[in-house]
């Protein structure tokens, strides 16, 4: 799925081109709806830090993350 952010809405919500998709992936972490893994490929432990934003990581998403990684190939 893709979703498209005019220019126009960038510009008025004052976000460069990337940081849609980075607040989002920040604002699902943060409701315990994407595990840290799945939010890997950003730097998103430093954005977290920066916002004070707690790791909440369990045994949970830790086995969530080893599924990902064996599908993957990583493991």
Do not use: K
Not at 7 to 14: F, G, K, N, V
Not at 17 to 27: G, H, K
Not at 40 to 46: G, I, T
Request: hydrophobic share 45%.
């Amino acid at each position: 799925m893709s979703l498209e952010i005019t220019d126009d809405i960038l510009h008025a919500a004052h976000l460069s081109a990337d940081e849609p998709r980075r607040e989002i992936a920040i604002l699902l972490f943060q409701q315990e709806r994407l595990t840290l893994g799945q939010a890997a490929e950003l730097d998103f432990q430093r954005m977290l830090a920066e916002r004070g934003i707690a790791v909440h990581y369990g045994i949970a998403e830790f086995e969530d993350d080893l599924t990902t990684m064996r599908s993957l190939g990583d493991l």
